[in-house]
């Protein structure tokens, strides 16, 4: 196995909170003398919270209320410089003093009165629905960040600067950062989309920072997405589970509207005479009708398109960017979780036509290899073997036993993968898998597959982390002691380093153009590539035999 081989390139820290011009031309068009009076890092601080915040996605959504996105102190401090000076302008009071670089800005924010300088009430532009509180391991208390949502003036702003046609941004359009950089220029200094401070990786191992989209399709989702919005309106509910009787009713007047729509955009563009092919679904349709219905699911990803075609309308060539940065193992992130972190249905429908490699059974596959280089083989590691050989087969059976979607199969074995309990506690991750189902989790914590791969977990994490002190991953990045929450999230370290190193020479090998978009165990191409040539250029740079799936968008 190996790392990279070319050394890192370290750059100062860039800033990657990019909000666009014509949204800040609109607050200071609308809000007036209050908004504009303000010293600049604060205008474009809130510009940030209106646009990154301007919908309820996954992402962004508080816990607590459905209503409300969470916030906390360090996303206040990137947007404010100090969290301080955003409760101050906001919610408690500030004050303004005569600038002596009236260039920059006519005025400097205080916290407190001094002398030249003029009270002004909070502007209350955003209002706190949910108080944060820090976590509390010891007594198993869940961190909280705080809640905000918007008040109804800033809503209507926000959203009549949605409707706006890229016509009337003009010279306004395009996204900048605080320093008045644009992802393109800051894109060139990163060496592309990717911001590495915590592997060696070099710089040169990159993807390019527009993405392509098909608004085309994003719209046609939306409309699939409105008819099923309506249809639980009608029926007066905000949830259908999957396969009963109301979700075929509804899933079948959804497609049905579905087929009169496409019917309708084929008579428009074809001839009279032109040949009447039958609808199949498209791979947006089919994801949405693959689990049952949820009135926020349907909301979140209404905003999720609202914010593509808002971000492209800005771009001439109507791409969007997209920057990743590293989490703790190394795995790449989406900036946002721009399309990464999005439902599947609306990432579907913007990279229409694209086609997705994804590694199969990875980290299962990942930790056969790793256990067998070492010579560690033993009986309980059957049942992964058994998985890694007939993924499919060994799904469907046990979604058959279970009486649950192969979804939840899958991220059950993800779990256990990485060493979750078997418990029927609300503080384990199997728990919230099965939504608190007590007859589905007696069932997931009785069956004797399960069983025997959370005892392989067990023996796997000692043959290859036991009692190390000290846990580097394949990417060189170390386990943060600090962050430690037990054997789970080391396992995790060490499976996902090698996740992203196959990432790496998959970036390495492949047309820098042809790149669409990274996800945590795939890569999405714009044009389609050889699985069997992927999984050579793997075994040959890491050891490790890996095959890879093809889906086309």
Request: with cysteine; hydrophobic share 35%; net charge positive.
């Amino acid at each position: 196995m190996c790392t990279m081989e070319i050394p890192s390139k370290k750059t100062n820290k860039p800033d990657l909170d990019f909000y666009p011009k014509s949204l800040l031309s609109e607050l200071t068009k609308v809000l007036g003398s209050e908004f504009v009076r303000l010293p600049r890092r604060i205008q474009v601080g809130y510009s940030n919270i209106f646009w990154s915040h301007s919908g309820i996605i996954r992402h962004n959504h508080h816990r607590k209320r459905s209503d409300s996105f969470a916030m906390d102190n360090k996303e206040l401090d990137r947007h404010f410089t100090d969290f301080r000076n955003f409760k101050a302008v906001n919610s408690k009071g500030y004050y303004l003093k005569p600038s002596k670089r009236p260039k920059v800005d006519k005025y400097l924010l205080r916290r407190k009165d001094e002398e030249g300088a003029v009270k002004y009430k909070p502007t209350g532009w955003l209002i706190k629905t949910v108080e944060g509180h820090q976590s509390w391991k010891p007594l198993g208390v869940k961190g909280c960040k705080n809640g905000y949502k918007f008040t109804p003036k800033i809503c209507d702003l926000v959203d009549t600067w949605h409707t706006k046609l890229k016509e009337e941004l003009g010279e306004e359009a395009g996204f900048v950062n605080y320093k008045g950089e644009t992802p393109l220029e800051v894109g060139a200094k990163l060496g592309g989309a990717i911001y590495r401070d915590k592997s060696s990786t070099s710089s040169e191992m990159n993807v390019n920072v527009n993405v392509k989209i098909d608004n085309k399709e994003l719209n046609s989702h939306t409309a699939q997405l409105i008819n099923l919005k309506e249809q639980l309106k009608v029926r007066g509910i905000d949830k259908i589970e999957y396969k009963d009787g109301l979700w075929e009713e509804v899933a079948k007047v959804v497609t049905n509207e579905e087929r009169r729509r496409r019917g309708r955009e084929r008579h428009t563009k074809e001839s009279i005479g032109g040949v009447n092919r039958r609808l199949t679904h498209n791979l947006s349709l089919q994801s949405l009708l693959s689990k049952g219905f949820k009135l926020e699911g349907v909301k979140q990803r209404l905003s999720e398109i609202r914010a593509l075609l808002a971000t492209s309308r800005e771009d001439k060539d109507s791409a969007i960017p997209i920057f990743y940065t590293e989490a703790a193992t190394g795995r790449y992130t989406a900036k946002g979780a721009v399309l990464q972190g999005y439902h599947k249905s609306v990432r579907y429908a913007a990279l229409k036509g694209c086609y997705e490699y994804d590694l199969e059974a990875a980290h299962q596959n990942i930790l056969i290899q790793l256990l067998d280089k070492q010579d560690s083989s033993f009986p309980e590691l059957d049942v992964v073997r058994e998985y890694v050989a007939n993924k499919k087969d060994v799904r469907i059976k046990l979604s058959k036993e279970l009486k649950a979607p192969i979804g939840v199969v899958k991220e059950i074995i993800q779990e256990l993968t990485y060493g979750a309990r078997l418990s029927r506690s609300p503080k384990q991750s199997v728990y919230k898998t099965c939504k608190g189902d007590k007859a589905l989790l007696d069932r997931v914590c009785t069956n004797d597959w399960f069983k025997q791969l959370q005892t392989t977990f067990k023996l796997a994490h000692k043959h290859l982390i036991s009692d190390n002190k000290e846990i580097i991953n394949i990417l060189g990045i170390k386990f943060d002691d600090e962050d430690r929450s037990g054997k789970s999230a080391e396992m995790a370290h060490i499976l996902q380093g090698y996740e992203r190193l196959v990432l790496d020479v998959i970036i390495k090998h492949s047309n820098r153009e042809d790149i669409a978009l990274l996800v945590h165990d795939c890569v999405v191409f714009y044009n389609k590539q050889s699985t069997d040539r992927l999984s050579q250029i793997v075994e040959q740079e890491t050891g490790l035999r890996l095959a890879f799936s093809e889906e086309e968008y």
